[in-house]
C-alpha cells in the first residue's frame, strides 16, 4: 500500500519533507544563526538538493517563550523572501505565520501553502486564509507560545486535540475554505507535556479518521531533548526515528531541519511499503 494525497491541486505519491526556513535571530535550534536573504536562498538551494518538496518560511519564532514581532517585521523579513525562492526555485513555499497580513502578502509574492500554528484563530485569518484560497495547515496549540509550556494540561489529550481539530476544520470548510484544502497538525511541543506529545505520536494514526493529510512536525525539538538530555543540534537521529514512526502511522508532511536524513529514511520507508 503506497502513500497518495493532495495538497489542493498538488499529487503526491510518496511521503513530503518541508523543509524549515527560519528567518528569525531566535529560533530555537538553529537559533542566532540570523539569514540574511542570500544566506537563506543558500539554505533553500541547499534543502531542495537534498530533498526537500516544500520550504516553510517563518519570520517569527514560535518557540516556547518567544517574543511577539510585529507585522511590519515579519512582513520584512518574509515576503521578498517568499517572492525570490518563487522566481529562483520550483518547489512548493509555505509560510509559517498566524497573521492575515503576512498570509495575504506572502501568497500574493507567491506562497501556496498557509501554514498557521494558531488554525487561523487569529481575528481575520479565518477569512484571509479563505480569501487567499491557498491549502492551509491547521496545527493544534494549547495557549499561546510565551506561556504554552508553562503548564500543559489535559483529561485526555488524544481526544482533546482531535476534536479540536474537528472543529476548527468545521470552521474553515464554514468559512469557505475547500476541505481537500486542509491539512491537520496535532502541534507537536504546543502545550504538551513529553508524555502528551509521546502519547500524541504513539495514537497518530488515530488522526486518519480525520481524512486529511497530516503533518507532523517533531524534528529537534524537546521531546526528544527531555528524554535523552541532549541539545537541539543532537537530535537527528531521534528526529528521524519520530519521522519513520508517524509516517508508519499515516502522516504525510514532515517538517523537519535535517532534510537530507529525513527524505533518505522515508525513502527506504516508501521502498519497503512498495515491496509488500
Ligand atoms: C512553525 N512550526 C513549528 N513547529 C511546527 C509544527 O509542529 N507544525 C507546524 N505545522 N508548524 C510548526
New binding site residues.
Partial sequence: MTISFNIGSHQFQRPVVMGILNLTPDSFSDGGSYLSPQQALLRVEQMLEQGADII?V?GES?RPGAAAVSVEEELARTVDVVAEIKQRFSCLVSI?TSKPEVMQQTVAAGADII?D?CALERPGALQMAAECGVPV?I?HMQGEPRSMQSNPHYEDVLSEVMTYLKQRVESCVAAGIQRENIIV?P????GKTLDHNFKLLAHLSEFNQLGLPI?A??SRKSMFGKLLDKKPTELEAASIAGALIAVQQGAHIF?VHDVAATADALRVYSKVQMSK
Wanted: net charge negative; glycine share 24%; hydrophobic share 35%.
Fill in positions: 516553510d517563518g514560535t509559517d501554514n500554528v495547515c496545527m497538525d502541534g507537536f511541543g504546543f503533518l512536525g517533531m517538517r
